[in-house]
C-alpha cells in the first residue's frame, strides 16, 4: 500500500498512463489466465508510468516458459520476434504497441564476463531482485481486468519518489554481475534527473575499472543514450567524477585543468558542459550529431595548451588536434563511419567563424565555409552559437552579432549561386575533351584545380572557364 498522498499521485498518474493501452493490457492478461499463467509489467515500464512518462514500449515478465507462450501468442500477436528466446525473451507486436515478455530469471554470473547464466525463476520476488536498480524493480500484475495490484517488495518506491538510484543487492555484488549497470546509472541520472545513492557512487568509484569487460558497442549505446537525455551534462559529470569517464571517454575528464593565478583561463571541462547545454537549446530536435560534437568540440586543448610569456595561454590547432583525437575515440567504441566524420568535422570546424572578425571575410572565404561545411551547416551554425560562454555580455552581445552577418552573407550568396553544390564551371569529360586526354590523375588534377577557381571567383561563364583551364594546362607543359 502506499504510504503517503505523494505516493497516491504517483500511483494515480501510473493508472493514467496505463489507461491508454487498456485493451492491449487486458487481452494480454485474459490470454496468460486462460493458459494458466500470470503475466506482470515490470521494470522500466513501471517506472516509467509511475512518471508519467510511459510509450509504446511494454516490458513483462512471467511465470510462462517461451515455448508455452509462443503457442498462445502467435495467433494473438501481429508480429512475434524470438531473437531474445535464449534470455527467455518473445517480442511481441500488437498493434502500435510493443511488447516484450520475459519468463521470470534467477541468473548467476561469474563476476568475469557480463554474460549471465541463464537461469529460468520460480517467482516474482526472485526475479525483481535480480535487477539493476529499486526503480526498476517494481512490478504490476496485468489481469483480464486490466492493470491490478502493485508489487514492490524493495521499497522502489520510496526510491522513485526520492529521485535516487539504488541497487536491490548491495551495489559491489549488482556492478560486479555486470559492470555496465553503471554506466547504465549516469544514463539514468541524464534521462530521469535522478541522483545515485552514496554507497552506489562509492561502488562506481571503486569498481569503474570494470568497464572494461564490456563490448565497445554496448558502451557506445549507453553513451547515446545519456547524451540524448534530458541533461547530459549531469551524467558525464557523474561519470567524470566516478572514474567511469577515464576508462570510456579518458578525454572528457583530461579537460579539468589546473587553473593557476597567473595564467588565467577558463576551465574546459566545464566550458564543454556549458557548450553542451547551449547547444540543446538551439535543437529543433535531439541531435546525437550535435550533442557530441558539443563535448568534444575542446578535447584538443589540454595537448596544445602553452603558457604564453605575457602570463596568457594560448591553444594554437587545437582544433586540428581535437578533430584527430575525437576520430581515434569514436573508432574505438566502433561507431559508424558517417557518425565519425560528422562530428570530427565539426569539430575541426568549430573555431573557422572566429577568422571571421569585423566581417571582412571575402566571398571566396564564405564559400569556402559553407562548401567545407556541406550538410554539417546548420548543425554548424548551432556548435558555433553554443561556444559563446563569455560573462561578458557585450562581448557575447558582439559574437553573436557577428555570426548573424555571416549567416546573413552566406544568405545573400546563396541567392545568386547554390552554395551547396560548388562544382569546377566543367566536368570531367569537358576537361578530357579540352585538353585531349584520357582517363587518369590528371583528369582528378584539373577539376581540383577549377573547384577551387570557382571557390575564389564565383561562377565562370562557359568560355572563361575553358580559358583558364588552358593557361593552367600551359603551365604544366
Given amino acids: 500500500m502506499p504510504d503517503s498522498a505523494a505516493d497516491v499521485e504517483l500511483l494515480a498518474a501510473a493508472q493514467r498512463a496505463l489507461n491508454r493501452h487498456r485493451d492491449v493490457l487486458r ?22 508510468a509511475l512518471l508519467g ?33 535464449e534470455y527467455g525473451t518473445l517480442g511481441v507486436g500488437k498493434g502500435e504497441d510493443r511488447l516484450e515478455i520475459t519468463t521470470f530469471r534467477a541468473d548467476s554470473y561469474d563476476q568475469v564476463s557480463r554474460h549471465p547464466q541463464v537461469r529460468y525463476g520460480d517467482n516474482l520476488d526472485d526475479d525483481l531482485v535480480r535487477r539493476d536498480f529499486t526503480v526498476n524493480a517494481m512490478a504490476i500484475r496485468v489481469t483480464a481486468d486490466g492493470p491490478a495490484e502493485f508489487h514492490d517488495p524493495l521499497r522502489g ?7 535516487v538510484l539504488d541497487t536491490p543487492a548491495a551495489p559491489e555484488v549488482s556492478f560486479g554481475d555486470d559492470p555496465l549497470r553503471m554506466l547504465r546509472a549516469a544514463r539514468f541520472v541524464s534521462q530521469l534527473g535522478f541522483t545515485v545513492a552514496p554507497r552506489v557512487r562509492e561502488a562506481m568509484v571503486a569498481m569503474a575499472g570494470q568497464l572494461e569487460r564490456i563490448t565497445a558497442e554496448r558502451v557506445a549505446a549507453e553513451l547515446d543514450k545519456l547524451l540524448l537525455g534530458s541533461d547530459p551534462a549531469a551524467g558525464i559529470d557523474l561519470m567524470v567524477q566516478t572514474g567511469l569517464g577515464d576508462v570510456v571517454l579518458p578525454e572528457i575528464g583530461a579537460m579539468r585543468m589546473a587553473i593557476d593565478e597567473h595564467h588565467q583561463h577558463k576551465d574546459v571541462y566545464q566550458h564543454s558542459l556549458t557548450v553542451l547545454r547551449q547547444a540543446i537549446e538551439l535543437e529543433d530536435s535531439p541531435d546525437l550529431v550535435l550533442r557530441w560534437a558539443a563535448l568534444l568540440h575542446d578535447i584538443g586543448k589540454p595537448a596544445t595548451r602553452r603558457h604564453e610569456p605575457n602570463g596568457g595561454v594560448s591553444f594554437h590547432h587545437h582544433e586540428v588536434v581535437g578533430a584527430k583525437m575525437a576520430r581515434k575515440r569514436m573508432r574505438a567504441l566502433k561507431y559508424s563511419k558517417q557518425m565519425i ?3 570530427s568535422q ?24 559553407v562548401t567545407d561545411a556541406g550538410h554539417l551547416l546548420p548543425r554548424l551554425h548551432k ?71 570557382r571557390l575564389d571567383r564565383g561562377p565562370l561563364e562557359h568560355d572563361e572557364a575553358v580559358a583558364e583551364l588552358k593557361k593552367w594546362w600551359s603551365s604544366k607543359q
Avoid at 499463467?37 to 515500464?45: A, F, K, P, R, T
Avoid at 509504446?56 to 501481429?78: E, H, V
Fill in 157 to 163: 518506491l520510496d526510491a522513485l519518489r526520492a529521485r
Fill in 53 to 85: 512518462r510511459l510509450g509504446g514500449d511494454l516490458d513483462f515478465t512471467t511465470d510462462a516458459r517461451p515455448d508455452q507462450m509462443q503457442k498462445f501468442l502467435r495467433p494473438w500477436a501481429d508480429a512475434l520476434w524470438d531473437t531474445g528466446i
Fill in 341 to 343: 566524420d560528422d562530428v
Fill in 346 to 369: 565539426l569539430v575541426y570546424l568549430h573555431l573557422r567563424f572566429h577568422g571571421y572578425g569585423d566581417g571582412k571575410w571575402t566571398d571566396s572565404a564564405v564559400r569556402r565555409y
Fill in 383 to 453: 556548435l558555433v552559437r553554443a561556444d559563446c560562454t563569455t560573462r561578458n555580455k557585450r562581448r557575447a552581445a558582439r559574437l553573436q552579432a557577428s555570426y548573424d552577418d555571416l549567416e546573413k552573407r552566406i544568405a545573400e550568396l546563396a541567392a545568386k549561386e547554390d552554395l551547396k553544390k560548388v562544382r569546377p564551371d566543367l566536368d570531367g569529360n569537358e576537361i578530357m575533351e579540352i585538353l585531349g586526354i584520357p582517363p587518369g590523375p590528371l583528369v582528378g588534377e584539373a577539376w581540383r584545380y577549377l573547384k577551387e577557381l
Fill in 27 to 48: 487481452e494480454l492478461g485474459r490470454l496468460f489466465a486462460d493458459a494458466g499463467h500470470e503475466v506482470y509489467l515490470v521494470g522500466g515500464s513501471v517506472r516509467d
